[in-house]
């Protein structure tokens, strides 16, 4: 095993363990990295000695932080298009992880976002710690969740999806597991222990079992107690509409969210309310992958993402200039291209 690799891979009794490992990096997710992945479940699939996959992160910051942005950033700035060659093989790799035929036992501790919730909450077993921090925070660089990211938060309790998908705000473990994002919460101190008993288990069907046996109940988390606004606020049809709500609610928490919305991306907010409430209706997560593709790709060659990274990752100066500057200017047609096919550049997941 060589350290210097971007994934590290080693069998430790009946377990194959994925490590992302790119520290520095919070273990940003690389074309190589992706690639690495989907070969490693494909061995794990056949080797009858493999009872179970867990993949984690090195270094004690998170086990990914999404993609690697400055990448997409050059590549876009460029005129390039290796930033789709990487979403679809990612975007194939989150089907893959939803289907794979044993347990896939995810270790989401600490930062998770992005690319990070896309390799680890299309498991079957997703464990989250004190430690924590989940979201898809795409909105906030001009981009759209992806990954799979709409179909998760879609089918989160109420408009609990739609905040988080338009915010792009982090929850912890409750609300995480509240949000349908993770299933277990494991006290991080805990996690040794788990992996080394699972490493002894031989039966894929005894996984799940002992993971429940480690989970703890997190402590009370944040959303459920701002439900009421949030479900009435968020249940508004355009953007627009959400914010007013958001201000006319005489609550502070809902008024900070709306000043919060006012600095994100116009395009970004309505494509992305548009893309949630699309995936609600698609059904499967392969349908939905193949429309975040369709929306990326177009993102991709837009203004917003471009003006995003460099605000926020490489200037940081934190004064985007989006266009449209608000959400007004983004009509209904603008918003509808995005969702448009993209002939024989189709992702495909869905027919499969």
């Known amino acids: 095993m060589n350290d210097d690799e971007p994934v590290l891979l080693h069998t430790e009794g009946h377990i194959l363990h994925i490590t992302l490992n790119r520290p520095r990096a919070l273990n940003a997710l690389t074309h190589t990295m992706v690639r690495r992945i989907g070969e490693a479940l494909t061995l794990a699939a056949d080797d009858d000695a493999v009872a179970a996959v867990v993949i984690g992160g090195a270094g004690e910051r998170g086990l990914c932080a999404g993609g690697d942005i400055r990448s997409i950033y050059e590549d876009a700035r460029a005129g390039r298009r ?3 060659d990487f979403w679809r093989d990612e975007y194939r790799l989150n089907a893959r992880i939803a289907r794979f035929p044993k347990p896939y036992v995810a270790l989401m501790d600490g930062i ?3 690319g990070g919730v896309g390799v680890s909450a299309h498991g079957d077993v997703r464990i989250v710690t004190e430690r924590s921090r989940v979201a898809m925070p795409e909105t906030a660089i001009g981009f759209v969740p992806d ?5 998760l938060l879609a089918a989160a309790p109420g408009e609990l999806g739609t905040h988080l998908a338009l915010t792009g705000r982090a929850v912890g473990a409750a609300d995480a597991v509240l949000c349908g994002l993770a299933d277990h919460v494991v006290p991080s101190h ?3 222990d788990l992996t080394d008993e699972l490493s002894r288990n031989a039966e894929p069907a005894g996984v799940r079992d ?3 046996r480690y989970a703890t109940v997190a402590p009370e988390g944040e ?7 949030i479900d009435d606020c968020y249940a508004a049809d355009t953007v627009e509409e959400i914010i007013d709500r958001l201000v006319d609610s005489g609550l502070a928490a809902a008024k900070e969210t709306a000043t919060e919305l006012l600095g994100l991306s116009p395009t970004a907010l309505k494509v992305t309310l548009a893309s949630v409430r699309r995936a609600k209706g698609l059904g499967s997560l392969e349908a939905v992958l193949d429309q975040e593709f369709r929306v990326s790709c177009r993102v991709f060659t837009g203004h917003d993402l471009v003006e995003g990274v460099r605000a926020r990752i490489i200037d940081k100066d934190r004064t985007p200039r989006w266009s449209p ?4 200017g983004v009509t209904a047609a603008e918003v509808a291209r995005h ?4 002939g024989d550049q189709e992702l495909g997941l869905a027919s499969v």
């Open 82 to 84: 290796a930033s789709v």
């Open 223 to 229: 959303l459920a107690a701002h439900r009421g606004w």
């Open 339 to 342: 969702f448009e096919p993209l």
């Open 325 to 328: 500057a608000d959400a007004g």
């Open 147 to 151: 990954v799979g990211g709409t179909h």
């Open 210 to 212: 002992i993971v429940r």
């Open 112 to 114: 998770v976002m992005g």
């Open 190 to 192: 805990r996690l040794a």
